[in-house]
């Protein structure tokens, strides 16, 4: 997480945690590691399902303890569904020798919990998927899945990762790859195939229409350290998190959540401020749970769609600078405006803090304003100054590409921090007053 690293506060687990229930995810796979007991308490209390997954897959005797240390410790958290004892063993999967490595670790799996069933990540391998209770396939796309269920009838199966397609959040077009950012699958095509677009949908789609199949875990919650691909430096780290480094949505949060949330839900992409160039043509998105909607420039309409359950609505219009508006209809009824304003500066800033059980760390969320509108502007610089008693942990601000060019002491009272396209945030320990201000 931006700011702290791996060395994450339980308070922090509990933001993240909060954050994906807000788009109305209830399970997790802990990929490709155990938990830390911490968040396995948190998904207890606050309702996720879990499937823990082994760190190393084998049978000799270090892996085999390994995998019985990790049942032994947390088979008393109702919250764990099922153990996944490997993921994606390229090296075993399609051979005879994988198949008994799974089923030899699912024996011992039972012997030490049998209450429990067994997983494994599946890449595209078949003989593995046959020692295990649950065949977790990683994308359907490297998988028959359709096959392997008529040629196994009883087999009992979910997605255990498909795509989001996500990319920088705030990130529309291929100008700063070579910065380390990069738009977004679900916009761009899949791997640069234009037939393929929405593939957050794709997935979803393939396991919605199968009631056979368990459901599918998107791959990944929050973008994270290490494996940048397609990238490669300055890019450091993956960007398909549905949220970025800090917990910040991406427009693909929007999408989960009008599929998995009951409330009405409209969200507008681009941000009318990231959209384009005077005179340009725009597609516009929404991803919405609302039965139609309509879409305005300018107050001008630009027509009303009607949008099926998991489908988003397209209109392609001229970029003009101003207002960029939609109303979603529930049973003929107006139920949910969506609102951009083009800004050039921010005047003002935006606090939030997330309500917390635990206390060991504030996580205070930061939103550049013009006027009450929000403002995804790229770069700006804030002052942050803390009272007595309150300590700086860390910050962050959700950029894939960002380098810490300085950090904050222990005992710092003010510190300069930087926003990207909008947002930033405070990692704080201890009760007190906080202000932040746009560096002039």
Not at 210 to 219: D, E, K, M, S, T
Not at 356 to 361: A, E, H, T, V
Not at 379 to 391: F, I, M, N, Q, W
Request: hydrophobic share 35%.
């Amino acid at each position: 997480h931006a700011g702290v690293g791996a060395a994450i506060p339980d308070a922090l687990n509990e933001y993240r945690l909060q954050r994906l229930k807000e788009l109305g995810c209830n399970a997790i796979r802990t990929s490709h590691n155990p938990a830390t007991p911490a968040l396995l308490d948190l998904c207890d209390s606050m309702g996720f399902m879990v499937v823990e997954e082994n760190r190393l897959m084998g049978i000799n005797t270090e892996h085999i303890a390994l995998l019985e240390r990790m049942i032994r410790r947390d088979r008393n958290h109702p919250s764990i569904i099922a153990w996944s004892v490997g993921n994606e063993e390229w090296g075993i999967e399609g051979k005879e020798c994988g198949e008994q490595i799974a089923r030899t670790m699912t024996d011992y799996c039972h012997i030490i919990d049998p209450t429990r069933v067994t997983s494994v990540g599946v890449s595209g391998g078949r003989n593995i998927a046959r020692g295990v209770d649950v065949v977790g396939y990683n994308y359907f796309v490297q998988n028959d899945v359709d096959a392997e269920m008529v040629r196994y009838a009883n087999r009992v199966a979910m997605g255990s990762e498909e795509t989001s397609g996500c990319g920088t959040r705030g990130v529309y077009f291929d100008s700063e790859r070579d910065k380390g950012r990069m738009p977004s699958f679900n916009r761009t095509g899949f791997n640069g195939d234009t037939t393929v677009m929405n593939v957050i949908g794709r997935g979803w789609r393939f396991y919605e229409e199968r009631p056979h199949l368990a459901g599918l875990f998107y791959w990944t919650g929050f973008d994270y350290r290490g494996e940048p691909n397609p990238l490669k430096y300055p890019a450091t780290g993956s960007q398909f998190g549905i949220m970025d480094y800090c917990g910040f949505a991406k427009d693909e949060f929007y999408y989960l959540k009008a599929l998995w949330c009951d409330e009405p839900s409209l969200h507008l992409l681009p941000h009318w401020n990231l959209a384009g160039h005077e005179g340009e043509e725009v597609e516009v998105w929404a991803y919405t749970n609302c039965d139609e909607v309509e879409l305005f420039v300018n107050g001008k309409s630009m027509g009303q769609q009607r949008i099926e359950r998991g489908d988003y609505g397209r209109w392609r219009v001229i970029y003009t600078p101003g207002e960029l508006s939609a109303v979603g209809y529930r049973n003929g009824e107006a139920t949910y405006l969506a609102l951009h304003n083009t800004v050039a500066t921010a005047n003002s800033v935006e606090t939030s803090e997330a309500r917390l059980q635990r206390d060991d760390c504030r996580v205070v969320d930061i939103r550049l304003m013009c006027d009450g509108a929000f403002v995804p502007t790229a770069c700006d610089r804030l002052r942050v100054a803390v009272a007595d008693g309150v300590e700086i942990v860390g910050w962050g601000n959700g950029d894939s590409a960002f380098k810490y060019r300085e950090r904050p002491s222990r005992g710092d009272k003010e510190f300069i921090i930087e926003a990207f396209n909008g947002c930033a945030q405070l990692i704080l320990r201890g009760a007190g007053d906080i202000s932040v201000e746009i560096v002039q």
